[in-house]
Structures are given as structure tokens and as C-alpha cells.
């Protein structure tokens, strides 16, 4: 199971109903969470999800709403009496979260490690592969997509016909290499049919971007930037480098995504509700994102 | 009316039915905020008393749960176009904040001073005169005191013995001197007996101490620390230098103050009004504190 659980869908400033936008992913004993705004820690300990379990946080950009949680966040790491190495990453300009910590923190007694990603760089991060694009803001900002691949079929034909061991069905199903009575077997000799992975897709400020379509390519889950509601506000989205709620349809439309949840909402876009219809219209399959939303994506049978 | 409201009512971290404590005290014109953790804003907002008011930000000491929430009040400030000075104040460490500003601001459009405050300074933020003592926590901590003074009563029969002419006695009686027809009049020449004014204090992250029941002394309202609400806790109280709600009680019956809320509780502990009756039995006056409770502070008749 691919867990995602939308913590916030505010953008700017927390509201008393609203935390700032912030993803969290969870797949195969990895967990990864997405920007930590002025909050985070809030709905983080109401998932309960624990705070140890982090192994890595991305942020899109180093703007405030996006950053000033993270030390509420390894405060409660050091609660947990966390051991492990946190890897914070980002585009660059990543010093600021170091400059932030060095202010803010004595000492702290797990390893960070500041990791700037090139534009386009692939990463594995355990088993959630990760590929960023620049979108378009006022300052450096990525979006990023998150996959899981699923091993190909299990050919049974193919391994009766191999004469392999049936003892041996299960490791190399799962991709080991084994060898056995003096004989060496690999994966392919039991692999059958490739199968789609899950792949989620995840980005805040920005304008509609070529760039974002690619990158978010048939996602079953893309949560995109919804700060506008009402197709009158175009001109503020357009000035501030946002977007609105049918701008982030028409990309999720053209990127051919399965789902679309909406986040990031302005302070001003009070029940963001009011105008789905704006999304709807062109991309049916788009929910209004709500604060502790929760999907388990599952391979299709 | 001298306003108090109690923002939040946690100790530590954010909780998702509990800010960090943080004051807000408001007297003829004057706003001060003590303290600002993580998620300090929100209840400022449904305060609505506004961010461009607040005259000075005081702090107890510089532990992230009492000075995180700080960009993000600086941002709102901003965004409502704030261009009046902010002043920032608390015990020597003060460039902690300067730096964090300097991190995370580019520029900010109004001034923001920066003071340190000497242990016992005595210093008027518009109406409001503001009393510090050391306390004892892990690091330099102050507690506060705010007075509003009142002026004395007005003594209509010593005026009209002094022959002092009706059309002065208002400004005379609000402290001005008046030069009219040649002669000068003073304030004393109407005022009469003396009057209690109001005071209100605060102070959190403390064991008790002889120097707190100094400061608080007669208090109308004393806001103070209650971290653990089981007598059972004394121990933990001492080792992390904090306050039960017992020793918190003592010091408000030692200081004759009228009346206790407590405030910055343990993250454990979930239900402080369980434990109310370890600070009621000796102090019967005392009020379980709770997130966005407001007074409003009268002079008496």
C-alpha cells in the first residue's frame, strides 16, 4: 500500500480551520513528508504517523510557508530520541534551512544532511523513486512525482518449463539472485508480463507549466495548486505566480491523471467547495483536498 | 479597560487542541504580546485584535516553543502593510531573534528595535509599565509584570478652597500643567486621594521563587505556570525546572494576588481541570486557564 495523507491545504498563513499545504508519503517502511510551513507538527501528531519514521523531507521552495515548521519537527524528532540520519532536500538555495537550524539549535543528535537536487535529478528514496521539474513561481520552486514500481508477473509456465526449484519461486519473484546446487538463477528466468506501479504527483505555486504535465504523466493521484477558486481572480494568479482551480484542471486533463485533489487554498478562498465546478467541468475527477484527506493506493488487481 | 487574553494555553509543542502559550495585554492604545510560539497567529486571528497593533513583542526566554511563531506574526504584519516600529524585548540572547529575522527576511518594510532587557528595568510602553524579575528555569527567563496606573481622586473641595477655575479642572485632573491669566496650576492643586491602578502578571518555564512573589505582589490577575497538575510530578518539575500546580498556588496566596489562572501545561497532561482542586485548596481563587480566555480589567469604583 502507497499511503499519502494531505496534512494541510492552506497556503500563506494557518488558519484556525486550515493548516498549511504539507504532503506526507508512506510506502514499504519509507516515509517521506513534503514542505513543513508555521503548524506542521499539528497534524503530523494527529496522524500518528510518528516523527521518527521520517527519513526524508522535500520542500518545493524555502518561501515561509513551506520551511518554519520543520523546526517545531525536529524538536519532536529529538523528543522521539530519533537516532537516524533526516535528509532534507530541495533546489537550491537549501542553506537557508541549514542557517535556520544552526540559529535555532544547539546541538542536534541525529545527522541532517542538506541535499540541493538538480533540476530533473532521479533519486531513490527506499522504494518511492523521486524526479522533480521546475514549475514556475516567484523564486526557484519545484514540483516533485512519486513512484513505486510493481514487479512484473509471475510467469509459472516459464519456471516449469526452466526446471526451476519451486523453493526458489518466491526469491526470484521478489528480484534475488540465488544460487543453488551449482546452478545461478535470476529474476527474468520467473518474470512474466510488466506491471504499472503507482506513481503520485505533487505541486504548489505555480503557473500552468509544460514542464508539470510531463512530469506528472498518468499519476493516479496528482495534488496540484489550487489557490484561486473563481476564474476572476486569473489576474491575481497570474501577478502572483499561482494558479487557479481550472487552470490545474486543464493540467491534470492534459498530464492524463486518474484523480486531482486541490490544496493550497488562498486565506481569501474561504469553502473552496463553492467552486469546484470550475475544476469539475474539465477535469470530473477532481476533489476539493481537505486538511488529514488519507488514500491507500493499491496495485490494480 | 486593560484587556488581557490568554492565546494559548501549551507548554513545549503545539497541540492540536492547545497553542503554545502566549499573552496579549491591551491598555489605551498600547498592544504587547508576550511570547509567540509556533501557531501563535492562529489565535491571534480569531482574536481580531489585529497584527498591526501590537507595540512590542515581550519574550521570557528564547526556547523555540516561546519564539518560533515569530516570522510568521512578522509576515501578517507585513501583509497588513504595517510601517510603525516594532519593538522586540526579553533578557540577554536577544540576537536570536535577529538572526532568525535575518534568515528568513529579505527586507522587512518597518523598523524592528531590538532590546535587551537588564534584570529589575523598569520601562513605560505607553500606558503600560512593565516590571521584570530572573526567575529560575534552564536558561535566563524573566516574568513579567504590567501596570496601568490611576490617576488619584479628584478633590472638588480643595479646588474650589484653591480657587482654581472651573474650565481647568479637567486638564489638571488628567495630570497637565496650565498656565492661565498669569498663574500657573498644577495637578496636585486637584487631585486627592491616591488610587490602586490595575496589574496583571506573567510568568511560565519557572520553579517557584522569592523574586516571582516580589514581582507579582498584589497582583489583580497572576497567569503562571502550570506544567504538571499531580502532585506526583514534583519531582519531573524540579529536574526540568518547571512548577506543579501547587507551587504555583502557594506563590500566588504568598503574593496576595486576586486571582490565578494557570497555563503552559505539560503535553501529558490532557485534562488540567482534573487536578484543579492541587492549587484550589490553597488557593481557592484560581482558574483552570484555557485558549483565547479573555478578561477585562476595570478599575474599581
Chains 1, 2 share one sequence.
Not at 504532503?23 to 514499504?28: G, V
Not at 517521506?32 to 507538527?41: A, H, K, P, W
Not at 528466468?189 to 509544460?210: A, F, H, I, N
Amino acid at each position: 500500500m502507497f499511503d499519502v495523507c494531505l496534512l494541510g491545504t492552506g497556503g500563506m498563513v494557518p488558519l484556525p480551520y486550515r493548516y498549511l499545504t504539507s504532503l506526507i508519503l508512506r510506502y514499504n517502511g519509507t516515509t517521506i513528508l513534503v514542505d513543513c510551513g508555521e503548524g506542521t507538527q499539528i497534524p503530523l501528531q494527529e496522524l500518528r504517523w510518528g516523527f521518527k519514521s521520517i527519513n526524508a523531507v522535500l520542500f518545493t521552495h524555502y518561501h515561509g510557508d513551506h520551511i518554519t515548521g520543520l523546526p517545531g519537527i525536529l524538536y519532536q524528532m529529538l523528543n522521539a530520541e530519533r537516532t537516524e540520519k533526516l535528509i532534507l532536500m530541495g533546489p537550491k538555495g537549501i542553506s537557508i534551512l541549514e542557517n535556520m537550524i544552526n540559529v535555532l539549535f544547539k546541538n542536534i543528535s541525529f545527522d541532517i544532511e542538506f541535499k540541493e537536487l538538480a533540476e530533473g535529478e532521479v533519486l531513490n528514496i527506499g522504494d518511492i523513486v523521486v524526479k522533480n521539474t521546475p514549475v514556475w513561481h516567484t523564486v526557484t520552486c519545484y514540483g516533485y512525482s512519486f513512484e513505486v514500481k510493481r514487479l512484473p508477473e509471475f510467469d509459472v509456465e516459464k519456471a516449469k518449463k526452466l526446471n526451476i526449484p519451486v523453493k526458489l519461486w518466491n526469491a526470484l519473484q521478489h528480484g534475488q539472485v540465488v544460487q543453488y546446487e551449482g546452478r545461478i538463477y535470476t529474476p527474468d528466468m520467473v518474470w512474466g508480463k510488466e506491471r504499472k506501479g503507482l506513481k503520485v504527483s505533487y505541486s504548489t505555486d505555480t503557473r500552468p507549466t509544460k514542464s508539470l504535465i510531463d512530469l506528472i504523466k498518468e499519476s493516479d493521484l496528482f495534488i496540484g495548486e489550487g489557490m484561486y477558486g473563481d476564474d476572476k481572480d486569473l489576474e491575481k494568479a497570474i501577478e502572483k505566480c499561482h494558479s487557479t482551480f481550472s487552470e490545474t484542471a486543464h493540467i491534470a486533463k492534459e498530464a492524463n491523471v486518474t484523480e486531482l485533489w486541490l490544496t493550497h487554498y488562498s486565506p481569501s478562498l474561504v469553502n473552496p467547495v463553492k467552486f469546484i465546478k470550475n475544476a469539475t467541468s474539465i477535469f470530473p475527477n477532481t476533489v476539493i483536498g481537505k486538511d488529514l484527506m488519507i488514500k491507500s493506493l493499491k496495485f490494480s488487481p
